[in-house]
Structure formats: structure tokens, C-alpha cells
């Protein structure tokens, strides 16, 4: 379980152009679900992620996953506990790297090691087992370098990569807004198969309203940094949710 304690977080403190995201913000995510974080820009959906995995740091409050306080820990620390995948799907991968040393590298995280030692024989079998668990073929382009393939198979190889060591929290940010309607369909429905597959809490940010029903089971809305939804998925329909997230927006600008 992660707990979000009276979490404030502020950009350009003390400036005419002072930013307060949240204020005192309580937050329970439950364990082994996923939780998909709406609303309109600028409401803290990524700026929570980003409290929560390390990036940016709280002007006050807590974050308790699983019962460590990982508040103060540095976000190659939080690292251990959570992975991540990210809208750009250059950024969970080395580009330069073959398929093969990306996936090492997300074998060894978390621990000592120098490249010349990276990949170690005993492991193939284990990585091309993995490989194959996400059908796209690349078990077979092992030595290609991760910048000739697909944004579909990086951002795969991405996703595979984050939940290959089991983290206890995975963190999806917009994952499949910068891939065509096709090659998002089939990377949610892979995200749906490694989570499930591996019971891994999970919370992702999403502006497809079906996609948040469909492959969640909680709903939390942000406006203005504050809670203005919170439902199981189950209970509302796209259209609902739609007109939902239309009247805050409107009232938001207004």
C-alpha cells in the first residue's frame, strides 16, 4: 500500500509567480491494484508522480509505501521499490544499448556491477523467456540496438523492463499518449497482462477516459490539486466519466 501524509508541494515559493500544486494532499493507494489518475493540465497528476518516485521533493508531508517512510530517500534509492515507464519512449531505455544489455541493465538494479560483467550467461534463458512473454519477437533481435526499433517495442521493452524485478510500485505516466491508437491498445493491454501477472500496485496517469475504466479498477479526478473523484472504475461508464471530467474542466476555467 502507498500513503500520501499531508503532502504540500509549491514551485517559484515566495515569487509573484508562486505555484501551490498541493496542499496538504492524504492520499491511500491499494496494494496489488491499479489506480488511474484523471483530470485536466496542470491539476498534479504528474507532479504527484514525480513527488512519489523522486524527481522532485515535498515542501512537507510523507510518502509510505508498503510501511518505509521513503520521503528523504534520493529517486535512484526509491528506484528499488518503484519502476516507471514514461510518456517519451526513449526514456525508460538506452538507445545506444542493444535489447540484450537494456534488459541486463534492468536485471541489475539495485546492485554492484560494471558493463564488462553485465550479461552473464546463466541469465539467457530467463531473458529471452521474458522477451517472449510480450510476442513482439524481440527474444530474436537480442544484439539490435534499441534505437532502431518501434516506439511499440520500445516502449514494450520499457514496460518489461520495469516490472522484470517484481517493484512494489509502478508508476505509468501517460505511457501511450505518443504512440498511434493501434500500438496503444496493444501496449495497454500488455501493461494489463505484466501487473496482473505480477500483482504490482500500480498508478497511471491517463487523459483516455476509456482506458482508465477499462484498465484500472480505481478512479481518482484531480483539480486544483485536490481530490474531486474517487470511484471503483466498474461504477462509471465513459460517457459518465466524460461528462464528469467536462463540467470540472469548464469550472475550472471559468
Do not use: W
Not at 491511500?28 to 524527481?55: D, F, R, V, Y
Not at 534509492?77 to 510518456?87: L, M
Not at 514496460?159 to 491508437?181: F, G, I, R, S
Not at 496503444?184 to 475504466?213: F, P, Q, V
Amino acid at each position: 500500500m502507498l500513503k500520501i501524509v499531508n503532502l504540500s508541494k509549491s514551485f517559484n515559493t515566495g515569487t509573484e509567480n508562486e505555484i501551490k500544486v498541493f496542499d496538504n494532499l492524504n492520499l491511500q493507494i491499494e496494494a496489488n491494484k491499479c489506480t488511474a489518475i484523471i483530470g485536466p493540465n496542470g491539476c498534479g497528476k504528474s507532479t504527484l508522480l514525480n513527488l512519489i518516485g523522486g524527481s522532485i521533493s515535498p515542501d512537507q508531508g510523507q510518502i509510505i509505501l508498503n510501511g518505509k517512510d521513503v520521503t528523504k530517500l534520493k529517486e535512484e534509492e526509491r528506484a528499488i521499490y518503484i519502476g516507471k515507464v514514461h510518456q517519451n519512449p526513449y526514456m525508460g531505455v538506452s538507445p545506444s544499448l542493444t535489447i540484450l544489455e537494456n534488459i541486463a541493465l534492468a536485471d541489475k538494479k539495485g546492485e554492484k556491477f560494471t558493463l564488462r560483467r553485465l550479461i552473464k550467461r546463466k541469465n539467457m534463458d530467463r531473458y529471452i523467456e521474458l522477451l517472449e512473454s510480450i510476442d513482439l519477437g524481440l527474444e530474436n533481435k537480442l544484439n539490435t540496438k534499441v534505437k532502431f526499433l518501434s516506439g511499440g517495442q520500445r516502449q514494450s521493452l520499457a514496460l518489461l523492463m520495469a516490472a522484470m524485478k517484481h517493484p512494489d510500485l509502478m508508476l505509468l505516466d501517460e505511457h501511450t499518449a505518443a504512440l498511434d491508437p493501434r500500438t496503444s491498445r496493444i501496449i495497454m493491454k500488455k501493461t494489463k497482462e505484466l501487473i496482473e501477472k505480477y500483482s504490482i500496485t500500480t498508478i497511471m496517469i491517463s487523459h483516455n477516459m476509456r482506458d482508465a475504466i477499462e484498465y484500472s479498477d480505481r478512479i481518482i479526478m484531480l483539480d486544483k490539486g485536490k481530490v474531486v473523484l474517487d470511484k471503483p472504475s466498474k461504477s462509471l461508464t465513459e460517457d459518465q466519466l466524460l461528462d464528469i471530467y467536462r463540467r470540472r474542466f469548464e469550472e475550472s476555467i471559468a
